[in-house]
């Protein structure tokens, strides 16, 4: 800060120093930390996409491997400078664009002094001459002085009321302006100068993880300075064309601003460029990881602190980040990234933005984001780019964990039906869509093909999303992977038309034919009845003997009744009553009996080595190759 400013802490500053304060040398200042910033970052990008990674794809052993270690931590050192010379950058720019406001005003009030020919003295009071007459000895009535204050003028009782002076009151005001524009000026310099005493270094040139969990700390302390310089201009509310027509109308120096303060807001902004929301996004990884290691060990068995679901989330962000630093192909663009409920991420194989074909893929039941979404669903997304690639090499892949799935393992469905509602999908559906017209609004083709994909409860997801008006933004064709149902009672209603609807549902695949609701809740009250006249016969065994043939007689019952084109969702999307285009994918493993476990089927469409047929097919219908898939009877 400025010599007459930055005394303001210690409640010295003088309207003669506000006054001379030079903002455009604070200015100045700050372009001088956001250069040092982008020459970190370029050091950081070089590293990473040159050095790291050609080393990593040439050379082998442990001598490889540790070189690579130490640039992976030279890069990790190159982005911690980025990070807090772009905060410094930024406080002081926010601070100067505070700071004009009440230098301005002070300003006002010395000009108008100076043309009344009033006197502003050093503590900030205004002298004033003689003037007007006393009505009883018709002398000038005198000049005096008016003591500044910075209490609202309508709580102060009028001059006229305690001084006859023409010139009093006119002098009150200027004084009690200067003395309004010094205490603003104050405040301010004093938030600011305890945000910039923060922004200090350690000595060296390690960074650690304390570092970076202070690093976070820095951060949210400069958003909170900058949210009328920069964060309130962000269109949070506006469309993602209009968001993308907000970015584009920015300078590359306020850009920059906006990537190193406010990361997560950029990166997880529907409409802005892929390739800026993936450098905000890495950035916001690391900022996330700092502070959730800032959190470990931390008492308290509160939600935010719960030691459990930190390890797992930082298990999660550490997956992905690791992934990220490692390279490969096709690139990796983090378009998403977030802690709230069960963690945002948002992965595309491929750049969305210059593929003609873009696919984005729902996860379903039980996803959140830890260590299997990342083994997992990534996966899912990358095989999806490869095999799309394989037809049309203009192609990406998106994995969207944009909402809060039901939390309950896959193998536990049909033991919990009770719990798993479309509410989450309906939640869900709205935000799918806007990423998806972000899609459209930043894709620089001018018909690009985009399929909409959801497996699972994901697909429920999608049907939700396409039932609402307008339908999906942008999207050619829609894809249903082991789909429990969509809410539609035919394709007809996912606003593609039903050609443009695709089903892969595998034979063994149990969540496929989950009963109707009917069927569920005979099997509820079946079991339950029965696990009481087992228990009463044969204890715990019998109970649960009881409760396995009471649900299977009542669901038999009720499947007598059933229309064979319900399941749990509504209408069967495998089934011809739907409409949809199936088809073909193996039959897979059968729940239990062929050793994987209850639902092995169910997470094979992807899988290139599991089930050839489906992810080829995905890839040719993703691609917009469709007429090319291989089909399957309808059930």
């Known amino acids: 800060m400025s010599g007459a400013v930055g005394r303001?802490?210690?409640?010295?500053?003088?309207?003669?120093?506000?006054?001379?304060?030079?903002?455009?040398a604070l200015e100045g200042a700050a372009d001088s930390w956001g250069t040092a910033s982008n020459r970190a970052d370029a050091a950081r990008d070089r590293i990473d996409k040159q050095l790291a990674a050609s080393l990593a794809a040439t050379q082998g052993g442990e001598a490889a491997d540790a070189a690579v270690a130490r640039l992976r931590g030279l890069s990790r050192n190159f982005q911690y400078v980025y990070t807090e010379c772009g905060l410094v950058r930024t406080t002081l720019n926010s601070f100067a664009a505070e700071l004009r406001a009440p230098q301005r005003r002070l300003r006002e009030a010395l000009e108008d002094a100076r043309g009344l020919k009033f006197t502003v003295h050093e503590d900030g009071s205004v002298s004033y001459p003689a003037a007007g007459e006393n009505m009883l000895t018709r002398e000038k009535l005198p000049g005096g002085t008016a003591a500044g204050s910075a209490v609202s003028p309508l709580l102060a009782p009028p001059q006229a009321?305690?001084?006859?002076n023409p010139h009093a009151a006119r002098a009150q005001e200027i004084a009690d302006a200067i003395a309004r524009a010094v205490g603003e000026a104050r405040e301010i310099d004093a938030r600011y100068a305890r945000a910039l005493r923060k922004l200090?270094?350690?000595?060296?040139?390690?960074?650690?993880?304390?570092?970076?969990?202070?690093?976070s700390g820095d951060a949210t302390a400069v958003r909170g300075l900058a949210d009328e310089y920069l964060k309130d201009a962000i269109p949070v509310d506006g469309s993602p064309a209009e968001r993308k027509a907000w970015w584009d109308g920015l300078t590359q120096e306020r850009r920059e601003e906006y990537l190193a303060v406010f990361p997560a807001e950029i990166g997880n902004l529907d409409g802005i460029p892929a390739a800026v929301r993936d450098a905000a996004n890495r950035d916001n990884l690391r900022l996330l990881i700092g502070r959730l290691e800032g959190m470990e060990g931390l008492e308290g068995r509160d939600e935010e602190r719960d030691e459990e679901r930190v390890e797992t989330r930082l298990a999660g962000l550490r997956a992905i980040d690791e992934q990220l630093r490692a390279g490969g192909n096709p690139p990796m663009y983090l378009l998403g990234i977030g802690d709230e409920g069960n963690g945002r991420a948002i992965v595309s194989y491929g750049n969305p933005d210059t593929a003609r074909n873009v696919s984005a893929y729902v996860p379903g039941l039980g996803t959140a984001l830890d260590k299997d979404f990342v083994s997992n669903d990534l996966k899912r997304a990358r095989d999806t780019a490869i095999g799309a690639q394989k037809y049309d090499s203009s192609s990406?892949?998106?994995?969207?964990?944009?909402?809060d799935a039901p939390q309950m393992p896959a193998d536990k469905v049909l033991d919990n039906l009770a719990v798993v509602s479309s509410h989450d999908a309906q939640i869900g559906a709205p935000a799918y869509n806007q990423f998806m017209a972000g899609l459209v609004a930043t894709n620089h083709n001018a018909d690009p093909h985009l399929t909409a994909i959801g497996h699972s409860y994901g697909s429920l997801t999608v049907g939700q999303a396409a039932q609402r008006p307008g339908g999906v933004p942008g999207a050619d064709d829609i894809i249903?992977?082991?789909?429990?149902?969509t809410g539609?009672?035919?394709a007809d209603e996912l606003g593609v038309g039903r050609e443009h609807v695709f089903v892969g549902a595998a034979e063994n695949d149990p969540v496929t034919a989950m009963p109707a609701k009917i069927e569920a809740r005979g099997m509820a009250t079946g079991a339950a009845s029965g696990a009481v006249v087992g228990g009463a016969l044969g204890g715990p065994v019998g109970a649960a003997a009881g409760a396995v043939g009471g649900g299977a007689a009542a669901y038999f019952a009720q499947d007598a009744q059933a229309d064979d084109r319900e399941i749990w969702y509504g209408t069967d999307p495998a089934h011809e009553a739907f409409g949809a285009r199936r088809f073909e994918v193996n039959d897979g493993p059968r729940p239990f009996l062929d050793g994987e476990g209850a639902t092995p089927a169910h997470s094979n469409y992807f899988n290139p080595v599991k089930d050839a047929k489906s992810a080829d097919n995905i890839g040719l219908i993703v691609s917009g190759n469709s007429e090319e898939i291989g089909t399957e009877r309808w059930r």
């Open 8 to 24: 303001a802490a210690g409640g010295s500053l003088t309207w003669g120093q506000l006054r001379e304060v030079r903002c455009a």
């Open 480 to 485: 249903l992977l082991g789909s429990p149902g």
């Open 200 to 215: 200090t270094a350690r000595d060296g040139l390690h960074v650690t993880d304390s570092m970076w969990a202070d690093v």
């Open 161 to 164: 009321l305690t001084n006859p």
């Open 488 to 490: 539609a009672k035919s």
């Open 396 to 403: 990406a892949a998106v994995v969207w964990l944009g909402y």
